[in-house]
Nanobody, 117 residues
Framework: QVQLQESGPGLVKPSETLSLTCTVS??????????WGWIRQPPGKEPEWMGA???????YYNPSLKSRTSISRDTSKNQFTLQLSSVAPRDTAVYYC?????????WGQGTQVTVSS
């Protein structure tokens, strides 16, 4: 059974770069036909897909966030990471990593990130 766990700082200052890691267990991030993605949910808003990385390492980004977003992976650790640059208070949200294959499932438990000075 695949499980995902997000990790990273809960507080980031404006203009800094947010960095989160997703550790995957019970499955390999190099499995074909599967993508690994990041989704965030700001308070009171709908979830927003941020981007994903597939088995070959190809990345896909939400056009609205593409200029500030970078997703990479470490296959030796079975982890993938999210970097979001130039953060602002509007980037405050619960950030989730998830496995994508005909839908996003499962998701990690999520991690709260607050952008504040």
């Amino acid at each position: 059974q695949v499980q995902l766990q997000e990790s990273g700082p809960g507080l980031v200052k404006p203009s800094e770069t947010l960095s989160l890691t997703c550790t995957v267990s019970g499955g390999s991030i190099t499995t074909n036909s599967v993508v690994w993605g990041w989704i965030r949910q700001p308070p009171g808003k709908e979830p927003e897909w941020m981007g994903a990385i597939d088995a070959s390492g190809t990345t896909y980004y939400n056009p609205s966030l593409k200029s500030r977003t970078s997703i990479s992976r470490d296959t030796s650790k079975n982890q993938f990471t999210l970097q979001l640059s130039s953060v602002a208070p509007r980037d405050t949200a619960v950030y989730y990593c998830a496995r994508g294959s005909k839908g996003w499932c499962p998701w990690g438990q999520g991690t709260q990130v607050t952008v504040s000075s």
